[in-house]
């Protein structure tokens, strides 16, 4: 493979060439649409920090919905913004909460998209913890009966998977076993498993109003430095029965996914977050980059790194750009 006998540059020398040879297809089958839920009738709040995204109840949740769907894009992730906050995050398990009505309004109007929904305390304690608080401190274990309690009345609602993001230890097992106890043993579980205690996350609490109220996350969510920890995480993930496995963020964390993606036999999701979404809009709306394709070779280096599917705010635009070519 040496000069002159060998020239990359003839298999680049044209479109249909390139097409040909190229190794990674990004397609809208690999697309997961994150939605906002919010009470009220008719609501609509744009998220500055996420241009094109906005807290939706659940008429335009819907439409969104059937919009994903009409795009061929498989599934959306609704989080959920509840009117009241507690302690004890009652909404997150409550049986008419907002997460809990949008699924079944989605479920019975556009069926055949896949909901998943997240399952965390954060956006509806009122001290912003993705678990108990006791003290100062973020109880594991006492976190894990609500949890599952959410994930169970997500299935209950209609849910077609459950998406924990909560980084409690053992809180798979715990989904897992109530889920089945239930006779939901076919409702699958994808857990976010190497979740890193992150500053991209930040427009993400703005549009969920999920800010921590004192401390952060980081006696829970994993340090951005270790590589090592985040094999743990997943094989204990995998272990408790996990069915897909998800890297957060992704582009920092593209080193992370291609590990996880060589070491593990199952499906490995990969979340573009809130801030990575952000920056692009953000120098896009500049002028300074190229959106679009700033967009497509993001996402085209996060399915390289080893992501099977990807949970992206630009899935609505990629999808877009997908269909058209
Ligand atoms: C809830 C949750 C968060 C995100 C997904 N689920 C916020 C957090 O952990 O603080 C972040 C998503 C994003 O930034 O797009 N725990």
Redesign the pocket.
Known sequence: MLFPDYRPRRMRQNAAFRRLVRETQLQVDDLIL?LFAVEGKDVKNAIPSMPGHFQLSVNHLVETAREAHGLGIPAVIL?GIPARKDPMGTQAYAKDGIVQRAVRAIKSKVPDLAVIT?V?L??YTDHGH?GVVQGHIIDNDLSLDLLAQTALSHAKAGADMVAP??MMDGRVTEIRNVLDEANLSHVPIMS?AA?YCSA??G???EA?G?APQFGD?STY?MDPANAQEAIREVSMDVEEGADIVMVKPALPYLDILCRIKQEFDLPVAA?N???EYAMIKAAAEKGWIDGPRVMMETLTSIKRAGADMILTYFALEAAQVLNNR
Request: charged residues 25%; contains cysteine.
């Open positions: 994150p989080f997240d965390c954060c956006e993705c993001s909560d976010y979740k991209f996350y427009p993400f609490r969920a999920s996350r969510q979340y977050v809130s801030g």
